[in-house]
């Protein structure tokens, strides 16, 4: 099975720099998927890793380690319309394995 | 030019009623999925259709059964609805679940708020 883990909510001010961590316990690892998720709409794809490293996506950027089981989503120079939740999914191994989302970390921008 | 809608968006009924969702797809994709988010906007995988093959059954009562008449659309059908039913429902697409990578980044559509009195 697999197990993933977000901070429940977070708070960050405009214009600053936020990172938004995903830790998971997997039975086997195929890829991870950040998505975005405003209030009362449907999440939306942000980016997606599948190798250990920083992949970068103007102001988002995501980082994965394999070893440790663990990703984050960086927001640089946060704007308020930023304020949503923060989706991290695990692809499990093999052909037709489904993606495990996270619970979902919910980000504030204040002024 | 909506990549995926779902029909209707929003689903008041009472309990014990029969309701259907419908979802399309016009981006060529392979793979289908229904997803339900509870009010804790966790969101839990239900199904997922290949070429209109079931590929993904997670654990969710007979009662609800999905319908892919062909690899644009699955459709949703639940039976005897239950005051537990009340949530969204989020239709997504994919471009091949199977290959693996960015093919399997998923496109959702706008999601059926379903409230069940």
């Known amino acids: 099975g697999q197990n993933i883990d977000q901070p429940t909510e977070m708070t960050a001010t405009e214009g600053a720099i936020v990172q938004i961590n995903c830790t998971y316990q997997t039975s086997g690892f195929n890829g991870l998927f950040w998505y975005q998720q405003h209030a009362g709409e449907a999440p939306t794809f942000l980016s997606y890793n599948v190798l250990d490293g920083l992949e970068e996506k103007g102001r988002f950027s995501s980082f994965l380690s394999r070893s440790k089981g663990y990703s984050y989503l960086l927001l640089k120079e946060l704007q308020m319309k930023d304020s949503a939740s923060y989706l991290c999914a695990v692809r499990g191994p093999g052909g037709y394995q489904k993606v495990t989302f996270g619970t979902g970390t919910k980000l504030q921008v204040i002024p | 030019d909506t990549a995926v809608s779902q029909t209707p968006k929003y689903l008041v009924t009472q309990m014990g009623n029969d309701k259907s969702i419908k979802c399309e797809q016009n981006?060529?994709?392979?793979?289908m999925y229904w997803y339900k988010q509870d009010s804790k906007k966790f969101l839990k995988i239900m199904f997922s259709y290949n070429n209109k093959e079931l590929i993904i059954n997670e654990t969710v009562p007979n009662r609800f059964s999905p319908k892919s008449p062909d690899k644009a659309h699955l459709n949703l059908h639940i039976n005897s609805l239950e005051l537990g039913d009340s949530a969204v429902y989020f239709c997504?697409?994919?471009?091949?679940?199977?290959?693996?990578?960015?093919?399997?980044?998923?496109?959702f559509g706008p999601g059926t708020r379903l409230l069940v009195l």
């Open positions: 997504a697409s994919s471009q091949d679940m199977g290959a693996g990578g960015q093919h399997e980044t998923q496109y």
């Open positions: 981006l060529g994709h392979d793979t």
